[in-house]
């Protein structure tokens, strides 16, 4: 009798627990893992820029692309004509740019592979953040060494919360400047 | 206050039976079980299957990142345009002739928006419902795209070049004929494009130009023409009127510029104002909106208005000639002919209040030079002779102003007569209709739909399908108001610009350009464009004397939207009273009478392709999707009908099919039914839609107007569903309805009773709570509705609709009340059915402090914002609809489908209707629950603008949709911590009262009482 539940917990009960632990676990893992909110994610975009270059080396300010960066919701993506307010004149034979002023001069828009997406339920505003003083490195890492664009952060409610409900632990330079985030929903969603 | 309101027949004559209507959130058809057809093609195991693998494929993780799409800049970015941010083009609405000014809202291009144009004088920031639903018909799918030629009876697809070939060829084998060509159209307010007629008339000098309105007016000019010889037409200032008396005229919704009307009616019904109050009497057959909102309301047969002028005429010449301040009034010929009529006999007779009537014409005689006496639009030549006369002897025409005229003279229905018969002796070589739809719009028995298959070439220059298309040898598309270019002149003093705001969406030309080409001989996609500024630069600009240069002082006007030269002085019109002698005033007989009348809602049936506004609930019925004949409860019950039951009318021989819908205070023997329903060919959204009165018609409008006399009408045993919302969504007043006194959810007085402190509101504002006080600081919204101010007009529902993305759901789902509107009017009556007291309040979210529905969400989808809202979070909610089961006031309204793929087969769907919506708002699916947010997106832009510039918030910078379109300015939003604004002002007004305040939930919503301007009974 004794001998029988034994067996019975060992050889039924104790796999199907290991079993149902394991693929949890696995799950858990893999869900939570921060590719699965597109952390590391870097597509080849139809003209290889490159933010280091830019950005990094020779530091052109984000503002001078992203012109909605301070005014509206959206830092928006330079429309073509801004690249081609220098590259009319510099680097003119390099195969990326020859290929950038195709584009220019056949009228027809860049299609640039999207890396950082909000869900649509969530409404984000860059000119509010950014004219707080908080640094674009904190959602979009330090882009100025980066050749590729890539996603650094996630971009979850958990941690948009994180920044709201600690800022100065997250910019410990902003201590004193910006006070916390709203955490009210219709602060992002309606 | 022990007055009992009823919003429904059932409700007062069967309580009982609606008490359980009242006293839950969902009728049974609401929740009750789906088509299961109707849903997506999905079922709920197929779903978990799909959920199970995808889960699968998401743990094996066969690929980390998903594709997220693409971002595509400008490649060249215009000038002044930001992602995210909305530009304001000022332009004109060109629905109406009333032409009001218009601010169109666009988000990247494209216009999502439309309100008034503050500049301009005439609307001042306020437009109707229908021009805020218009943008509906910019994207409509159904719109013509291509051009098109009859041969051989079967419709062609043709180009553009073909078609103009066609219609050169039309114009001038018509013209080397010596045919004539018959240009139809509404009235030209366009000085431009008056000019290019001109040009085209030159060009082709058989060329003659037709114009008319929808349901003309016809005897009232000709009462004016022949009343005021040699004058120009003028309208009535409200704003100067301390009493307003109508008969049958619905001048606060359909006729004249109503949206003015409504903005000078209400300035003088300021409760701030009392000395200054105005007092408004109104006779009327049917219930109209503006009898609604009169003081008193007499339903009188529309037979009766002419005996009743006249015997108020006699009454004020026999018993207050001293008192009389126009001393130029042949008197002694005025009261011959108008002797043999008596007030008292007449009142007697009809069984009309005579005391009340005394007190009218003692009103009358004391408001001399400040009254308007309005004659409505239905009625016979006769009675606006005398509703002329009347105001001329009460010396009222310092009353008048400026009413705008087209340019190009409007035609007669004779000119239509003969225009008609010369089609038939086969002398009209073309055609050319302009925009409109003369086959619908003309009575029948002048037979120019038959003549038309004599004319060689019908030519129609059309946005979308309608009947006048179906008789046409060639149709073109044109562009819609906001893809054109336009100017418009009062015929006076404004000028107003419309301009393009997206390029067409179907490459079509607008008409002006077409005609234009035609005179011109050359096209291009700008020709009317520069043809505008080249008239502007030699005609108008030359007039203002500017000292800039043309190029400045156009795009200057271009911006504002209205140039306004010096106003011309308005000189009094001279009566000529013999025209008085010349009419026979026949005795009153009481017939069967059915008066045709302006619709709320679709203008004239050109917007029965519209949803949004086709589910706007009319205004005293709450009937959406249809119109009906309105008749009395008395009638009703003498012919044994109940609201829905067809009946046959007979009108000399001319018989119409219709549902009949009871109506309280309506008069006896009189019939009411709304024009521009009924069409054939109006697309998938209007086919099917109502009844057609415009078959009764006859020749006969010229001089009786449109109301017909002596119509039979005979029951069939048949009946139709008529989809009214007036059950819908009734709060519960049964609670307690024995032991305590009502639940006040109307609270009215009189100005008298207010002002001799007999009037008070019932408060119950305790402070005891089981909630914890919750302490707001800083911004905290509300809103106030002056209940002295809202007429009803709708606006408000039209402006949310297109705000806020609500979901046309259609008849069948409205049948089953399942609309979605965010606010609605309640419309509630009181006293009794045969003469009722009509209350309006506008219902919306009241955003409780302690909102009922936030504490039984069993996933908090629903709670308070520190700014005082109550939020609604879509991606939360799971649908469980407790919280509209909790909530008091029932409006919140749940997506039973994803009513825009539900709706006509996923008509909201379809390619270009997806542009129509607002980015800045949640497009919700089916599942979720959603309710009035106070416009959220708006406060929220107001409160990053106000953080990005470094300022604190103030209440005063943001405006609801529904405030910003309510015509009356009845809605008052703000922020109620601020001890300076209107909204806190309001909140602690004498008047202001909270709907369900013994609740104690604290709403954010206060309603100002309502005070009538009238005697009331038991005050010393």
Redesign the interface.
Known sequence: MRKSQIDYILKIRLPITIFVVLVSYVIAFFVSRPERDGVGYSPNQPVAFSHKLHAGNMQIDCKYCHIGVDKGAFASVPSTDVCMNCHTIARKDKPEIIKLTQFYLDNKPIQWKRVHRLGDFAYFNHAVHVNKGIDCKYCHGEVEKMEKIQQVQRFTMGACLDCHRKPHEKMPELAGVVNKGPEFCGACHR | MDKKYWKFFDELKNPQKTKKLKQTEFSKETTSEFNVENLYGLSRRKFMALTAAS?AF????CK??????????????PENT????ANYYASTCTGCSNHCGLLIKTREGRPIKVDGNPEHPSNKGKICPIGQARILNLYHPERYKKYFAKRNNVWQEIDFAAFFSDFVLALNSAQQQGKEIAIISKPIYSPSFARILEDFQKKYPTAKIYTYEFLQPYPKDLAWENFYPGSEKFDYDLSQASLIVSFDSNFLATEGNFVQNIRSFVSNRNVNKLDNFNKFYAFESDLTLTGANADHRIPIHPNLHIPLLSSIINEILVKHEGKLLNKDLPLSLLKEKFSKFNLDALAKDNNLNYNLLQRLVYDLVQNQGKSAIITGDILPYDAHVLGFLLNEILNNSSNFKFKSKAIIAQSKLEDFLSLTNTIKNGNVGAVIVLSCNPVFHFPLDIGFKESLSKVPFVISLLESENETANYSTHIAPISHNFESWGDFFDGYSTYSLAQPVIEPIFSTYQMESIILYAVEGKMSNDNYHKYLMRYWEKEIYPKTNSAVAFEQFWFSVLHDGVLVLNESQLTKPKPDFSVVQKINIKSFEKTWTLSVRKPYFILDGEYLNNGWLLEIPHPISKVTWDNYIAISEKDANSLNLKTGDIVQIDYQNKFLEAPVFIIPGVAEHSLSIEAGFGRENAGIIGEKVGFNPMVLLSKGIEYNGYTLDNVKITKLHRTYKIASTVEHHSLNDTFLKDLHKSRGIIQEGTVEGFLKNKFEIHRHRDNISIIPEIKYTGVKWAMAIDLNKCIGCGACIASCNVENNVPVVGKDQVLRGREMHWIRIDTYFSGSPDNPEVSLQPMLCQHCDDAPCENVCPVVAT????DG?N?M????CVGTRYCSNNCPYKVRRFNFYDFRNHFANGFFYRDTLKLLNNP???VRSRGVMEKC?FC??RI?EAR?NA????RELKGSEVKTACQEACPAEAIIFGDMHDPNSEVSFWRNHKLGYYVFEELNIKPNVTYIAKLRNKKEEGLS
């Open positions: 889960l998401a743990t094996t993780a980390d990142y998903r594709d997220k799409g693409v971002i595509v800049p400008y490649n060249q970015k930001l992602p995210g941010k709670n308070h914002s520190p809202l939020q979070v879509y991606n939360r800045e708002v949640t947010t959220i997106q929220t990053h953080l990005s510039e470094g």
